[in-house]
C-alpha cells in the first residue's frame, strides 16, 4: 500500500489547528494555531487547493496580527485604570478568583482591609484583564506605594502585562505619578515572577525595578 504522506502532512496540520483551540491562553492558542494555519496552507499548495491556500493565509496573517498586539505592543492596546477598592465589581471579581489568589498571594485576604490600599485594573479595551493592588505605607515607601497584588486573569497571562504595569514600561508610575512603585511577594513563585520583570531586592522586603529606591 502506497503511503500518502501529503495526506499525513494534512491531517497533522489539522491536529495542531485542534490543539490551538484547548488552550486557555490566547497568546499560546495564536502561536500554535499560527504554526497548524501556516501548515495546512503548505498543505493546499501541495494537494493545489487554492481555497484552503486562501483561507489558511488569511488565518496565518490574523494569528500574526495579533501575537504582534499582545506580545509587542501592550502600551498601546492595555491601559490601568484606578477603582475603588470596595465596589461591588472588584469583590465579584476578587471572589471569583478566589482559588487562584490564595495559591500565588496567600496573605493578600488577610491585607485586604487596610484602609490604605488601593486598586488599579489592567484594561483590554473595556474589558477587565487583571488587578494591581498596594498599600501607601509612610513607613515602607513614603514617595509611592507597595504592590502586593498583581493578578491576570489566565488568558492573559503570556501577554506581557507585568512589563507593562510594573516593569520597563511602568504603566502604573506614569498613571499615579508615585516616586517609587514597590512590591511584596508572598511567595516564591511570586518572586521568580518579580525576577522576571527586572526587580530587585531594595531593602525594607521591598522589591523594586532595577532595585532602584528612586
Not at 36 to 54: D, E, F, H, R, T
Not at 95 to 111: A, M, S
Amino acid at each position: 500500500m502506497d503511503i500518502n504522506y501529503a495526506e499525513i502532512f494534512g491531517y497533522c496540520a489539522s491536529a495542531v489547528i485542534a490543539f490551538s483551540l484547548t488552550r486557555s491562553s490566547i497568546v499560546q492558542l495564536r502561536w500554535i494555531n499560527l504554526f497548524g494555519a501556516s501548515s495546512m496552507c503548505l498543505y493546499g499548495v501541495i494537494i493545489n487547493a487554492y481555497p484552503v491556500v486562501v483561507l489558511n493565509a488569511f488565518i496565518t496573517l490574523t494569528n500574526i496580527f495579533y501575537i504582534r498586539k499582545f506580545v509587542y505592543h501592550t502600551n498601546h492596546d492595555f491601559t490601568i485604570l484606578r477603582t475603588q477598592s470596595r465596589s461591588h465589581y472588584m469583590s465579584f471579581f476578587l471572589d471569583y478568583h478566589r482559588n487562584e489568589i490564595n495559591q500565588f498571594f496567600p496573605k493578600f485576604f488577610k491585607r485586604l482591609e487596610d484602609d490604605n490600599r488601593e486598586f488599579y485594573v489592567l484594561l483590554d479595551g473595556t474589558q477587565v484583564v487583571g488587578v494591581l493592588s498596594g498599600i501607601k505605607n509612610q513607613a515602607q515607601a513614603p514617595t509611592g506605594i507597595v504592590v502586593d497584588f498583581d493578578f491576570v486573569v489566565p488568558q492573559y497571562r503570556d501577554c506581557r502585562l507585568g512589563v507593562f504595569a510594573l516593569g520597563a514600561e511602568q504603566g502604573l508610575k506614569k498613571l499615579t505619578g508615585y516616586e517609587l512603585i514597590g512590591a511584596k511577594a508572598d511567595s516564591v513563585e511570586h518572586e521568580r515572577y518579580l525576577e522576571t520583570l527586572n526587580f530587585k531586592p531594595a531593602g525594607k522586603g521591598i522589591w523594586t525595578y532595577e532595585g532602584m529606591i528612586h
